[in-house]
């Protein structure tokens, strides 16, 4: 009887031993699969699928694209299509006391002659050329303005001022010919205005903008009363596309010397069958700022003839043989200055 009861107790004591091993074996694998999900868990924002073998630098890519996505700005909105910071008409001022420094000062945003609005994505992008020789104080007063007068259009744009190399008889047109095919190297600028130096816009609703037209800017300014100078008048200040400019091969590149090469181009434009466009007289006012004549800009006695001759010439005679040498390009603060060697007046 007591051997019986040795028996039967050994063989609960083996039961217990077996039932408290599949218990410690269970207990390990549910320990071991809940750090394997902690492992493997993941951001609640971030969705994956973890494959048998990736890599940790496969993981730590896929992570920081994540959190690329998620730093990454939203889109700006389109600028609208008028800007609650136009002012209209202001009274210009030119203070003999001014500075490149103090309109440097004034116009932190701008970098290397270009802007961009802050808030929006502006709905043209425009280049400001401006063909310049020896107007030093017209050109800062014209960028005194003309920089806060741009940025209150909420417009992106660049300012590129082409200067006329040597000292021989200016070609305003050839000169504009050089700003656009150098403007087109840094961007693929929507749309072009061609700018002299001495004229400065006075009411901001005077967009510097293209159209689906030529579109002439100065209809008025104060030496003439604020009226067109005469009928098809198409200098100063005009704006064109790229598409536009490139239908009519641009300026014609022989007009040396004061007058001819803007009605050169308003020919261009009816050959193509274009017409001007204009703002309101009320808006499109200019302030000229007084000078003498330039020595090297004289009235260019031969312009009438060559005007006579634009609808045979304009096809060979503009942008497609502008030639010319770049001598510098300076990426100054409030503009981009192109210095170039045109050449000279060649015997027709």
């Given at each position: 009887?007591?051997?019986?009861?040795?028996?039967?107790?050994?063989?609960?004591?083996?039961?217990?031993?077996?039932?408290?091993?599949?218990?410690?074996?269970?207990?390990?694998?549910?320990?071991?699969?809940?750090?394997?999900?902690?492992?493997?868990?993941?951001?609640?924002?971030?969705?994956?699928?973890?494959?048998?073998?990736?890599?940790?630098?496969?993981?730590?890519?896929?992570?920081?694209?994540?959190?690329?996505?998620?730093?990454?700005?939203?889109?700006?909105?389109?600028?609208?299509?008028?800007?609650?910071?136009?002012?209209?008409?202001?009274?210009?001022?030119?203070?003999?006391?001014?500075?490149?420094?103090?309109?440097?000062?004034?116009?932190?945003?701008?970098?290397?002659?270009?802007?961009?609005?802050?808030?929006?994505?502006?709905?043209?992008?425009?280049?400001?050329?401006?063909?310049?020789?020896?107007?030093?104080?017209?050109?800062?007063?014209?960028?005194?303005?003309?920089?806060?007068?741009?940025?209150?259009?909420?417009?992106?744009?660049?300012?590129?001022?082409?200067?006329?190399?040597?000292?021989?008889?200016?070609?305003?047109?050839?000169?504009?010919?050089?700003?656009?095919?150098?403007?087109?190297?840094?961007?693929?600028?929507?749309?072009?205005?061609?700018?002299?130096?001495?004229?400065?816009?006075?009411?901001?609703?005077?967009?510097?903008?293209?159209?689906?037209?030529?579109?002439?800017?100065?209809?008025?300014?104060?030496?003439?009363?604020?009226?067109?100078?005469?009928?098809?008048?198409?200098?100063?200040?005009?704006?064109?596309?790229?598409?536009?400019?490139?239908?009519?091969?641009?300026?014609?590149?022989?007009?040396?010397?004061?007058?001819?090469?803007?009605?050169?181009?308003?020919?261009?434009?009816?050959?193509?069958?274009?017409?001007?466009?204009?703002?309101?007289?009320?808006?499109?006012?200019?302030?000229?700022?007084?000078?003498?004549?330039?020595?090297?800009?004289?009235?260019?006695?031969?312009?009438?003839?060559?005007?006579?001759?634009t609808p045979q010439v304009w096809r060979k005679d503009g942008l497609k043989n502008c030639l010319y040498k770049t001598l510098s390009i300076e990426r100054l603060p409030l503009y981009v200055n192109v210095t170039v060697d045109i050449g000279k007046p060649q015997a027709s």
């Amino acid at each position: 009887m007591a051997f019986c009861s040795v028996c039967k107790f050994l063989r609960r004591g083996k039961y217990f031993v077996l039932l408290l091993l599949v218990l410690s074996v269970l207990a390990w694998i549910a320990t071991f699969a809940g750090e394997t999900m902690k492992s493997v868990q993941v951001s609640p924002t971030t969705v994956q699928t973890v494959h048998k073998g990736e890599t940790l630098e496969g993981e730590l890519n896929s992570l920081r694209s994540v959190t690329d996505l998620q730093n990454t700005p939203a889109p700006k909105v389109k600028c609208p299509e008028e800007s609650p910071l136009l002012q209209g008409a202001l009274k210009l001022s030119f203070e003999s006391s001014l500075t490149l420094k103090d309109v440097e000062q004034e116009n932190k945003a701008v970098a290397e002659g270009q802007y961009r609005p802050p808030d929006c994505t502006a709905r043209q992008s425009v280049a400001i050329l401006i063909p310049h020789r020896n107007r030093e104080k017209h050109l800062l007063y014209l960028l005194h303005h003309l920089h806060p007068f741009l940025q209150r259009q909420q417009l992106h744009y660049s300012i590129y001022v082409i200067q006329q190399a040597g000292d021989a008889t200016f070609n305003r047109a050839k000169l504009l010919n050089v700003g656009y095919l150098e403007a087109l190297k840094d961007y693929n600028w929507e749309c072009f205005i061609f700018h002299d130096v001495d004229l400065v816009p006075e009411n901001d609703y005077n967009l510097y903008i293209c159209d689906k037209q030529p579109k002439h800017l100065v209809v008025g300014r104060n030496a003439t009363g604020y009226k067109l100078r005469y009928k098809g008048y198409f200098g100063g200040v005009t704006a064109m596309t790229k598409d536009q400019f490139h239908k009519v091969n641009g300026f014609s590149n022989i007009y040396w010397g004061w007058g001819g090469e803007d009605d050169d181009l308003r020919i261009r434009v009816e050959l193509q069958k274009m017409k001007i466009v204009r703002p309101p007289p009320d808006v499109a006012r200019y302030t000229m700022v007084f000078h003498k004549r330039d020595s090297g800009n004289e009235i260019n006695k031969d312009r009438m003839r060559l005007l006579g001759r634009t609808p045979q010439v304009w096809r060979k005679d503009g942008l497609k043989n502008c030639l010319y040498k770049t001598l510098s390009i300076e990426r100054l603060p409030l503009y981009v200055n192109v210095t170039v060697d045109i050449g000279k007046p060649q015997a027709s």
